[in-house]
C-alpha cells in the first residue's frame, strides 16, 4: 500500500485519495481528534494536487463499519430517487 510524505498509508479510487492517519503520528499543535482519522480529500485540476479534505474520526471499531453503511445507504437510495 502507499505511504504518503509523512509516513500515513493511503489508497486512490478515481480522484479521491483515503489516508488513514494515526494520531501518535500527528504533531502536537495539529491532534485535535484525539484518535486517529481517515481523511478524504479530492484531486483538482490537473496533476496531483489536493483539496484540503474531511478528516472521519476513528474513535471506536464500529466507526468506519458505520461510516459504510452510511456511504452504502446514501448510494443505494440516491441510485433509487433517479
Not at 484525539?34 to 479534505?53: H, N, T
Given at each position: 500500500m502507499p505511504v504518503d510524505s509523512s509516513g500515513n498509508l493511503y489508497a486512490e479510487v478515481d480522484n479521491i485519495r483515503?489516508?488513514?492517519?494515526?494520531?501518535?503520528?500527528r504533531a502536537d499543535d495539529k491532534e485535535w481528534a484525539g484518535?486517529?482519522?481517515?481523511?478524504?480529500?479530492?484531486?483538482k485540476g490537473e496533476g496531483k494536487r489536493l483539496f484540503p479534505g474531511a478528516e472521519f474520526l476513528v474513535s471506536d471499531d464500529l466507526s468506519f463499519v458505520r461510516m459504510v453503511e452510511a456511504l452504502c445507504e446514501v448510494y443505494r437510495t440516491g441510485r433509487v430517487e433517479q
Amino acid at each position: 500500500m502507499p505511504v504518503d510524505s509523512s509516513g500515513n498509508l493511503y489508497a486512490e479510487v478515481d480522484n479521491i485519495r483515503i489516508t488513514y492517519v494515526q494520531a501518535a503520528r500527528r504533531a502536537d499543535d495539529k491532534e485535535w481528534a484525539g484518535s486517529d482519522v481517515m481523511r478524504i480529500q479530492a484531486y483538482k485540476g490537473e496533476g496531483k494536487r489536493l483539496f484540503p479534505g474531511a478528516e472521519f474520526l476513528v474513535s471506536d471499531d464500529l466507526s468506519f463499519v458505520r461510516m459504510v453503511e452510511a456511504l452504502c445507504e446514501v448510494y443505494r437510495t440516491g441510485r433509487v430517487e433517479q
